[in-house]
Every structure is written in structure tokens, then in C-alpha cells.
């Protein structure tokens, strides 16, 4: 399995900046046979940096789109209107669920739907600081996947990653902290219990999950080497090319 790592840029870079960061990163980037380079740019940059974009060194990733695929869905972009544009979609970051409000029955209709039009999903699960505290991680790590997979169909199961993002480790939190390698590990052994349960050994084995919380160039390798973890979400580093740069090496080196 590949190593995926994939940059986040959220509500960060307008399309002019966005251009520009890819033409240097793709200038720098060597042809990675074992890495998966993901962007995830804003919406309105992905048309034109789709053109621009080399599909043999990265992918581009849409952060969001909406399930439904045409209609009266105002300022709503499709998975079907992304499709070809993008080949991952980042879907259910706790930046959608706790700001705007996506519950697992409207994630689950956004895998769906990106399964659909062929837009690979990044379902993204995570427990928040208080439910982690109240000892709740399981159950929530639980719900989310399951309520976020129920519409996908055990034949597309395949076609998913999972990112695991302990919404009290990414950056932009209040208090972030840092989640340790061994609190990494517990939580993506438990997702792959989880995956067990439902889709057997193969599909638990074979799903690709990913680790994000304030990952840079000096905690990469670390995550990398979790048992389980088979790449990295990256929000804030991701906006500066040096340190992309350096932790595409790390994963890199980790591989061989
Ligand atoms: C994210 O928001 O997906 C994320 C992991 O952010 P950061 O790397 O900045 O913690």
C-alpha cells in the first residue's frame, strides 16, 4: 500500500497563491513511487490548479462538496461537479462537523455520493478533548465510522481511506496538544477492530487510515511508524512548502 500524505490548506491560499505554491511544490517534488502527494486547495482554485496539476507527481482533493447533485442548493458545489477535477475529497473534518453542523447521516450521504462519482472519500473521525476525558473515545471512534460508511456499499468499501484526527490534537484548536505515538496506535488498532468486525480481515487489513493533529516535519516520522498508520493529514504545516517538502522526504524515507 502506498503512503498517503495529504495537505490540507482549509480556508488558507487564494487561486493566485494556491498556483504558485503548486508550480514550486511540483518543481521540487521527484516522481515518489511509494508516496500519494495530496492537495486539498479551496474549491475555487481546484478547476484552474487541476489544469496546471501533473497527475504522475500529485492529487488534488476537494475539502468539502455536497451530496445531491444538481438542484436548489444554494452556494453548494457537487461531488458530480467535482468529479474528474479531483481525485479525493476530504469528507466529515471535525471543522464541518463542529462549525457547520454535518452529523454522521449527512457524512454518510457524502461518501456516498463522492464513491458515486468517483472521487476517492477521506472519511475523517475523531474524538473531541471532553469526550476523551469522560473516557468516551470508542464510542465515538465507533459512531463515526460506522454512521459515516452506512452508505457505502460493501463493493466500494475499498475505495475509502480513513483519517484519524483527535480533534484536540489539530492545530487550529484551542489548547491543542500533541497526541502521543502509543495513543495514536490504540485508536487506529481500534478502527481496524472495528473495520474487522463489519468487513472481515481483508478490508480491516487493507483500508488505508491516517493519522492528523498537528503533524510537521519533526513528529512525521514517529506517527509514520505507528503500526497501522498509513499516512498523514496535514493542515497547518501543509501551508508552508518547506516543511510539505520535508515531510514528503520523512515518508519517503520511512518507506524504504
Ligand atoms: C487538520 O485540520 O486536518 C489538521 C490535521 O490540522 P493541523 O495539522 O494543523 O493540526
Redesign the pocket.
Known amino acids: 500500500m502506498k503512503t498517503f500524505i495529504v495537505g490540507?490548506w482549509?480556508l488558507n491560499f487564494n487561486v493566485g497563491e494556491a498556483s504558485i505554491y503548486l508550480h514550486k511544490l511540483q518543481k521540487k517534488l521527484p516522481n515518489y513511487r511509494d508516496v500519494e502527494v495530496v492537495v486539498a486547495p479551496s474549491t475555487i482554485a481546484l478547476q484552474p490548479l487541476s489544469l496546471q496539476i501533473d497527475r504522475h507527481k500529485m492529487k488534488l482533493a476537494a475539502q468539502n462538496a455536497f451530496y445531491r447533485d444538481y438542484g436548489a442548493f444554494t452556494g453548494e458545489t457537487s461531488f458530480s461537479q467535482l468529479r474528474g477535477v479531483v481525485d479525493y475529497c476530504i469528507i466529515g473534518?471535525?471543522?464541518r462537523r463542529y462549525i457547520f453542523g454535518e452529523d454522521d447521516k449527512m457524512v454518510a450521504k457524502k461518501m456516498e455520493a463522492a464513491v458515486r462519482n468517483k472521487i476517492t472519500p477521506i472519511l475523517?473521525i475523531g474524538e473531541t478533548e471532553s469526550e476523551r476525558s469522560f473516557g468516551e473515545t470508542a464510542d465515538v471512534i465507533r459512531d463515526q465510522l460506522l454512521g459515516g460508511l452506512r452508505d457505502v456499499s460493501e463493493e466500494d468499501i475499498d475505495k475509502v481511506l480513513i483519517?484519524y484526527?483527535p480533534v484536540w490534537?489539530?492545530?487550529?484548536g484551542k489548547n491543542?496538544k500533541i497526541a502521543s505515538p502509543d495513543e495514536v496506535a490504540e485508536v487506529v488498532k481500534l478502527i481496524r477492530k472495528t473495520l474487522e468486525e463489519i468487513y472481515g480481515e481483508k478490508v480491516a487489513e487493507n483500508m488505508p487510515v491516517l493519522f492528523?493533529?498537528?503533524?510537521n516535519p519533526s513528529n512525521a516520522g514517529a506517527y509514520l511508524t505507528v503500526p497501522g498508520v498509513n499516512g498523514l493529514?496535514?493542515?497547518?504545516?501543509?501551508l508552508i512548502l518547506s516543511e510539505f517538502a520535508d515531510i514528503l522526504e520523512i515518508a519517503k524515507r520511512v518507506r524504504s
Open positions: 490540507n482549509k473534518h471535525s471543522e475523517c483519517a484526527e490534537a489539530i492545530s487550529s491543542a492528523g493533529g498537528s503533524v493529514l496535514i493542515g497547518g504545516a501543509s
